[in-house]
């Protein structure tokens, strides 16, 4: 099929913006990454080829799983384009054939394929940088080297969480807003000048947190994801208990989170869920400085295989004796997901229903809390 096209740029160009019409984040980066990796491989292996073009187009599992078929859609196409073009030419035709050379195929004209731009058009930044489809890609797409971004995302998000306003003052002489009634008072009190100022400021109350994870097999792609958000939790909170839910629970205090609870948890991954059941579970046993100061959030997708009325009960429960519930649903990208009977089942008893996949929806999270 590549021997049908002029060059191996051509080639490659052409499957760029076939790609991107299909949604894939393809840019000038990634055709001249795909180009440059043709040097380290035997071009002649067709499954060589075709996964040096897989790694640099495809930024997330599912375009990974559907890239090979694109491919071959691609190039049935382009094949039928070019079978039509033949026959045309080999129609009788009063002019001459003229002799054409090979193209030679530069940066700018890939720019001009790819955006579909001709001479005339001025060329754009492409649309999407590194940063923008980093945060666009899923947690299961995160490589390596993204971590120290995804753990700074985390770290606001855990900041914002733990020094949460309280409705209480504290009054001092350096800072803050004009106390205008301590001002007052010690002026006819004691007789003090005026220009002895206090201020107040608004106490920050360190919150407590209740983490509710659940690690049934479903979940097991946002591993990534949650090592970097549990394993920051400790520095934020003083008051801190991990629960790992499937069909069981497995609690984790702030002093126990120093071990590696990811290996020392049995059935990681694993199984079904029993949401409302592992909620009953936790709920009769909770520490005792559970109480209205307290954030839960529950990280799930949903899916519930138990007795839902029991996941009616434990959620008002949870709602009752906590400060907030905010769910975070990293499949919770369309209305469709909201239907799920363990979702349905929740949602009056939630404050917060949050899609968290990527860090664009990580961000979006931060600005609503």
Known sequence: MIE???????YVTSLAGYLRAKEYLVGVDEVVSTLKSFNQIDLGDRRSFILAMQVNFASS???WEGFETLVAEFEKEYKKGVDATIKQEKSPSKSKPRSRS?????LEDIKKWLYQQSDRDTINTPFHGIHESL???TFAALQDQDSMMLDQVVARLLRKLANRSSRRWLTNQDRGIIDVRTLLRNRFRNGDE?????????????????FLCDVSRSMELYNRFLRSLIGAMPVYFDHLEVVLFSTGISVWSKERLKDDLWLATPGLWSGG???????????????DWFDGRTTVI??????????LEILRH????????SRQVIWLNPTLKSRESREISGMQTAIPYIDVLAPVYNLATLEDLIRVI
Do not use: N
């Open 4 to 10: 049908r096209f002029q060059s191996l740029t051509e």
């Open 61 to 63: 599992s599912t375009e």
């Open 102 to 106: 090979p193209k030679q195929y530069h």
């Open 135 to 137: 945060e666009q890609r």
């Open 194 to 210: 005026l220009a002895r100022l206090s201020f107040r400021r608004v106490k920050k109350e360190k919150s407590k947190l209740v």
């Open 273 to 287: 869920t029993r949401i409302g059941h592992s909620l009953k579970l936790w709920l009769d046993q909770a520490s």
């Open 298 to 307: 529950i990280f799930s997708d949903g899916w519930d295989t138990g007795d």
């Open 314 to 321: 434990g959620m008002y429960r949870l709602q009752s004796r």
